[in-house]
């Protein structure tokens, strides 16, 4: 059974870091993209961040390049998202995803919260 | 970037009715798309992709068609565990991948 799990979140101040952790498990990870995808409180799905499967590739939005970073681990089965500079419009519940072979997204975690406030 | 829209923002429908749900792309996608449902406090679950392809465990009631930049979802016969949000989504070749706002389907 396919399975991702969050984790890292919390409450941090504007201007502050946060790491996110995506564990999983239950398929071979090294041959998979993954993703990660927002959603704002009471909002739509925003994809954040992709890597390849071997991390040679890396795609994020405009609002967070320069800021975000996605890494991943295979050897760990391990996805990262190092978030810097956040902002109070990163306040998100945060979803680790896996993508199909195609650009979307088959299966996903139950997303972790991050919330940006003074 | 393609934006998605999504019509209506609020379905209200009937148990066992029809719901018809669109998206339009703002450039063509061929058939580039897939939807989503995203039920209370749950994260989102695959339904469709592509040409009307039914993702695992997808019930037969789940139907999707379309291509270039008019694209359906339809549940044949609402069953209570249907209402929801329903999200498309372009997976064409470049960043960023968007969704659509979101189709809430509520009951009548």
């Known amino acids: 059974e396919v399975q991702l799990v969050e984790s890292g979140g919390g409450l941090v101040q504007p201007g502050g870091s946060l790491r996110l952790s995506c564990s999983a498990s239950?398929?071979?990870?090294?041959?998979?993209?993954m993703s990660w995808v927002r959603q704002a409180p009471g909002k739509g799905l925003q994809w954040v961040a992709k890597?390849?499967?071997?991390?040679?590739?890396?795609y994020y939005v405009d609002s967070v390049k320069g800021r975000f970073t996605i890494s991943r681990d295979n050897a760990k089965n391990s996805m990262f998202l190092q978030m810097n500079s956040l902002r109070v419009e990163d306040t998100a519940v945060y979803y680790c995803?896996?993508?199909?072979?195609?650009?979307?997204?088959?299966?996903w975690g139950q997303g972790i919260l991050v919330s940006v406030s003074s | 970037e393609i934006v998605m829209t999504q019509s209506p923002a609020t379905l209200s429908v009937s148990l066992g009715e029809r719901a018809t749900l669109s998206c339009r792309a703002s450039?063509?996608?061929?058939?580039?798309v897939a939807w989503y449902q995203q039920r209370p406090g749950q994260a989102p679950r695959l339904l469709i992709y592509?040409?009307?392809i039914r993702a695992t465990g997808i019930p037969a009631r789940f139907s999707g068609s379309g291509s270039g930049t008019e694209f359906t979802l339809t549940i044949s016969s609402l069953q209570s565990e249907d209402f929801a949000v329903y999200y498309c989504?372009?997976?064409?070749?470049?960043?960023?991948?968007?969704f659509g706002q979101g189709t809430k389907v509520e009951i009548k």
């Open positions: 995803a896996r993508d199909w072979t195609l650009p979307f997204f088959d299966y």
């Open positions: 239950g398929f071979n990870f090294n041959t998979y993209w």
């Open positions: 890597i390849k499967e071997d991390g040679s590739e890396k």
């Open positions: 450039q063509t996608i061929g058939s580039n």
């Open positions: 592509g040409e009307s």
């Open positions: 989504q372009h997976f064409d070749n470049w960043p960023p991948w968007t």
